[in-house]
Every structure is written in structure tokens, then in C-alpha cells.
């Protein structure tokens, strides 16, 4: 570990030492966490199967960063509030109602009690900025960062303490298979789960295709049977979902036809809509969490309280939820004077397509944007990390994603990325640990004394 900037003369400036140490942490640490050999080890033999590590380099070889990211302990309690804040203002009938009648009928389709799995909360962490930029119901990533938990070592003495024990992936991965049995039970059903399907369009070439092999092996090692399969390859008989022979009891569904509307979707949306099959995440749980038009109602003051969210819960929400609005010919002249300081993406977007920043914008791309189906985000500064090479140091921002169920975090990844939004496809990229520093400027002493 490079040795840091010395913390009375960074304090002398104004700065919080609480918050020094992280932040020269992300820019100073050129440590490296990834154990190669273990990661190898992980994905061949303890969850996963021969050739996958192999698989994994040839089809998407920056889907690990090699180095952490510090966080501090505030930060990571905050966001578990505004996870909390959101869940209550989604579970008002008001919200609901409003979010609802907007949304494509098959959204207002009552799930039968499931709750969704995998909620992706992603947030902009750093210094001076913080912010819930979207939510997303099925956010990608679960099996490989708990791979990742696998496959660590410890950069120096001084972080040995901040790596997860060996046993914390194990348990994760139990919690996951917890989380789709409980998604079964939630749905009324007495009998216990006994198969699954993990569904995608064209899956095996999907980018995170090893992935969906992690999870079937997962499932497998559980006692359940599962499939990868594309939306096409099931047919509905008796009032049961089948692939081939195999009755399906519950999807795990990974597809972006968020609302089942394609004709690829069919037979899922009809087995949906007459309760033959349990689908997690559902449409109803898009309309109510990732549709980014809510954006507008979390962070407006009069919409909050309009809808009855309680004072607690504005108070949280209207300091972490960037200023958002829908992009309309009515504020379209303000909009575009004031966008060097926003973000625009589709209301019905993911994985950064045709999202922009303000400041990159085209008259061409702005005549699109207006076109509709955009909202306007207040630009919050993603979080920065310092990977060094042997050739030069590489700033690299990153986010944070809280995977959630039910209203409880189960776990935090930071995602590594150079340009406009995560891609998974530059050298040093890829999903990252979380090392969170236990007691304010803790990490900083130990980290220091380890560099002198």
C-alpha cells in the first residue's frame, strides 16, 4: 500500500478525518484483493463446474476488479435507510394507486404474494456526494459477488480484519436459496419448492450466461431442479408451466421484457396471469420500484407528502434521491440550459442505454430525448478508485449496488467502470468488495501505520 497523505495536514484543509481515510484509500491503496487461484478454485469445484473459470475469461473477462473499494460505515447505514425509506413510501395505498394507473395493466396483475428477488438499490457514493440513482428488480451480480467473497486475500495486514471470513459467502448463498423458497411459501403454496427455471432471451448468449450457471449449480446443491432457458422453449398445459418435462414451480426471471409484452413471452405472461407458475421479480414489482418516473415522486417534497409519507421518511428521501423530473415540452427550454448539471435516461431503461450526461448532449440526441419517455436527474458524482499498472495509475469511478429483499440488504458490491455508466468491458472493470471501515478513522491509523 502506497503510504497516504498525512491526515493532520488533509485535516488542517476543513476535511472530515472520518471520511479522509476512505476517500485516500480509493486513490492511494494500489493493493491488490483478487486471489486468481482461488477464484479458480471457486468457480470450478466449490460452486461452480469444471471449464467455468475458462468460460468466464474468454466471454466476459472483466467481470471481477482486482482491487476493493473502501467505504465507510456511515455510508453503507445510510443507504440502508434510504432502502428503508423507499419501502415505505412504495407500501402507501396512494403511491401505489398513482404508480399503478400509469403503469400497463399487467402490473396491476396481483403476484400472489411474491415480492421479487434480487432489487438492485445503486447508489453514487464519495466525499461530497450521495445519491440513489435507480433502482432496478432484477439487478445481476448476486451469484458472482458472492464467487468474488470467495476469492479474496488480504492487500496488507492492516485490512486483514476488513475481509469477509470465509464462511459470510456460504451463508449469502444459503440466504439466496432461503429467499426463492420463502418467495414459494409467500405465494401460498404448501408443498415445498422443487423446481426452478432461470430465464433470459437467448441465454446462453448473454453476457452473464456463467451466471446462470452458477445459480443452477446453487439450486442443484439445494435439492432443486433447474433449468436455463429462453421464454420460447416453455408450453402451458393443465394450468402448469412445463420445459420439456420438467414442471416449473417458480421463475427466476432475468429477462428486460419487464411487463412480458413481447411475443417471445407468451406463454410466460399467460402462465403469469393465471397463477400457474411463480414469477420473481414480477411486473407489478418493475411498476412500483424501477420504473424511473418514481424518481419524480421520491424526491419532491409536495409529492411525498401529497402521497402521506411520513417526516421521517422526506427526510431521508429528500436528501439521497437526486432532483428528478419528466422531460416535457413545458420545461424543455430550462432543461436544456441547465444540462451540464444532469442526467437524462428513458423512464423505461436499464443498463445505461441511451442514457446521457447533460454536459455530452447533441441537439440531434436532445431532439430524440424530447421526443419523450426521459426523465431529467440532478448529476451526482459517482464514487473514484485509483488501480495502478505497471505503466501509469488509472482513475476508474465506480457505484455501489445493495442487493435487497424485502426490504432488507443482503449484501453491497461496488461496480468499477470507466465512461458514462457500468459496462463490464474495459481492463480493470468489473464488480469490486466492499471493505467498509468498522469505527470512523480506525482504518485510516492501521493503514497508516502499515504504510510507514
Not at 409467500?186 to 451466471?211: K, M, T
Not at 420500484?289 to 427526510?315: C, E, F, M, P, T
Amino acid at each position: 500500500m502506497n503510504r497516504p497523505p498525512n491526515p493532520s495536514t488533509l485535516q488542517a484543509a476543513g476535511l472530515p478525518r472520518r471520511l479522509i481515510s476512505m476517500e485516500v484509500l480509493n486513490s492511494e491503496c494500489f493493493c491488490i484483493s483478487l486471489d486468481s487461484a482461488a477464484l479458480r478454485q471457486a468457480l470450478e469445484s466449490e460452486i461452480g463446474q469444471p471449464g467455468l473459470f475458462d468460460l468466464m475469461q474468454q466471454r466476459c473477462p472483466y467481470l471481477f476488479a482486482t482491487r476493493p473499494v473502501f467505504l465507510s460505515h456511515a455510508h453503507m447505514a445510510r443507504m440502508a435507510l434510504v432502502v428503508q425509506a423507499v419501502e415505505a413510501v412504495v407500501a402507501l395505498p396512494a403511491y401505489r394507486e398513482h404508480v399503478l394507473a400509469r403503469a400497463p395493466a399487467i402490473a396491476r396483475h396481483d403476484p400472489g404474494g411474491a415480492k421479487g428477488v434480487f432489487f438492485g438499490y445503486d447508489f453514487h457514493v464519495a466525499e461530497n456526494s450521495f445519491g440513489l440513482i435507480e433502482i432496478n428488480t432484477n439487478a445481476g451480480g448476486a451469484m458472482l459477488n458472492a464467487v468474488l467473497a470467495r476469492a479474496q486475500r488480504a492487500c496488507c495486514a492492516a485490512v486483514d480484519g476488513l475481509l469477509p471470513p470465509s464462511a459470510t459467502a456460504g451463508q449469502f448463498e444459503d440466504d439466496i436459496v432461503a429467499m426463492f423458497r420463502n418467495e414459494w411459501l409467500l405465494s401460498g403454496h404448501d408443498r415445498p419448492l422443487r423446481s426452478i427455471a432461470i430465464v433470459d432471451e437467448n441465454p446462453e448468449q448473454q453476457y452473464l450466461y456463467p451466471e446462470f450457471l452458477l445459480f443452477q449449480r446453487l439450486f442443484q446443491r439445494h435439492g432443486l431442479l433447474a433449468v436455463i432457458a429462453d421464454p420460447t422453449a416453455f408450453n402451458l398445459r393443465d394450468r402448469q408451466l412445463w420445459h420439456g418435462d420438467v414442471a416449473v414451480d417458480l421463475i427466476y426471471n432475468r429477462l428486460t421484457d419487464f411487463y412480458l409484452s413481447s411475443p417471445s413471452s407468451a406463454v410466460l405472461r399467460e402462465a403469469y396471469l393465471q397463477n400457474c407458475a411463480v414469477l420473481t421479480p414480477h411486473p407489478q414489482a418493475h411498476a412500483l420500484y424501477a420504473d424511473k418516473r418514481n424518481l419524480a415522486l421520491l424526491s419532491d417534497i409536495q409529492a411525498l407528502q401529497a402521497l402521506g409519507a411520513s417526516q421521517a421518511a422526506q427526510d431521508v428521501l429528500l436528501t439521497a434521491v437526486p432532483r428528478t423530473e419528466l422531460v416535457a415540452t413545458a420545461n424543455a427550454e430550462r432543461l436544456w440550459s441547465e444540462r451540464r448539471n444532469l442526467f437524462f435516461k428513458p423512464f423505461a431503461g436499464f443498463g445505461g442505454r441511451a442514457a446521457y450526461r447533460g454536459d455530452k448532449l447533441t441537439r440531434r440526441v436532445w431532439q430524440e430525448i424530447l421526443a419523450g419517455g426521459y426523465i431529467a436527474q440532478a448529476l451526482v458524482l459517482p464514487g473514484a478508485r485509483a488501480v495502478a499498472s505497471e505503466q501509469s495509475v488509472q482513475p476508474m469511478k465506480f457505484d455501489l449496488r445493495d442487493y435487497v429483499y424485502h426490504g432488507e440488504v443482503q449484501w453491497v458490491a461496488a461496480r468499477l467502470y470507466q465512461g458514462q455508466t457500468t459496462n463490464f468491458r474495459t481492463p480493470d472493470s468489473g464488480f469490486a468488495p466492499v471493505y467498509e471501515g468498522a469505527a470512523g478513522d480506525g482504518l485510516w491509523m492501521a493503514c497508516a501505520a502499515a504504510a510507514a
